[in-house]
């Protein structure tokens, strides 16, 4: 079982709604993701939180909006999405180290919440 | 920006035969390189992992990797495929940036195993 919880795990929403996706975490990580997984893609980065602040935005659109609360909490917040955004969206954390000599950090995933934009 | 390419798109492979999935990454830097299952309807899971080290990792359920620095490469193999391998398998490689952590996979290979 992943240690990573993602709630809903299923979300149709019209195109004027508005909707939060919801992860969270107990492993003591202080760095969380969110990722974007189109049908027979890989999954692709959407936004990297470390130690509760935004580190990298990778040129997502404004209608996706990333919150961390504390440090075992993220959402994603959907305001005026488009029916190309549904998507299995993932959450992941990492706790990351210095091991022989290096940056290391594995990330662990949730099990997604597959959104579909009506 | 780091780049990963897996050669694959599909295997099919009957039960027992071996197997190799290529992965080749595109950075000069150091990287942390992994191995992600996607079994069908489930999440992400690790196979494995290289950090640093000896550059033949074994991980879980039989898989194993070789990286081989020269060629960019971070190969999976297992030596006798069962018909629950059937799934999809992602290479990736994360790359240090001053923002963080980022990982990020290559296209990936569905593998089907034929009882």
């Known amino acids: 079982d992943t240690e990573v919880t993602q709630t809903p795990k299923h979300l149709v929403m019209g195109m004027t709604n508005k909707k939060s996706l919801k992860c969270e975490q107990h492993?003591?990580?202080?760095?969380m993701y969110w990722y974007k997984q189109k049908a027979k893609k890989p999954p692709e980065l959407m936004f990297v939180y470390s130690y509760e602040k935004l580190s990298i935005n990778e040129s997502v659109p404004s209608r996706f909006s990333p919150e961390c609360p504390n440090s075992s909490l993220l959402n994603l917040h959907l305001h005026a999405l488009q029916p190309e955004d549904s998507a299995l969206y993932l959450c992941?954390?990492?706790?990351?180290?210095?091991?022989?000599?290096?940056?290391?950090?594995?990330?662990?995933f949730g099990e997604g919440s597959r959104l579909t934009v009506l | 920006a780091q780049s990963v390419s897996q050669h694959n798109h599909h295997v099919i492979l009957s039960e027992a035969a071996s197997l190799e999935l290529g992965c080749n990454y595109s950075y000069g830097g150091t990287v942390n390189l992994f191995w992600y299952v996607q079994y069908p309807g489930q999440h992400l899971q690790l196979l494995l992992k290289?950090?640093?080290?000896?550059?033949l990792v074994k991980g879980i359920k039989g898989f194993e990797a070789e990286f081989i620095k020269s060629k960019f490469s971070f190969n999976l193999r297992k030596p006798s495929v069962q018909w629950s391998d059937t799934a999809e398998y992602f290479c990736a490689v994360s790359l240090f940036t001053g923002g963080g952590n980022k990982l990020t996979f290559g296209t990936g290979t569905q593998l089907k195993v034929e009882l």
């Open positions: 290289y950090f640093s080290g000896d550059p």
């Open positions: 492993m003591g990580h202080r760095a």
């Open positions: 992941a954390s990492s706790q990351d180290r210095v091991a022989g000599g290096q940056l290391t950090g594995e990330l662990f």
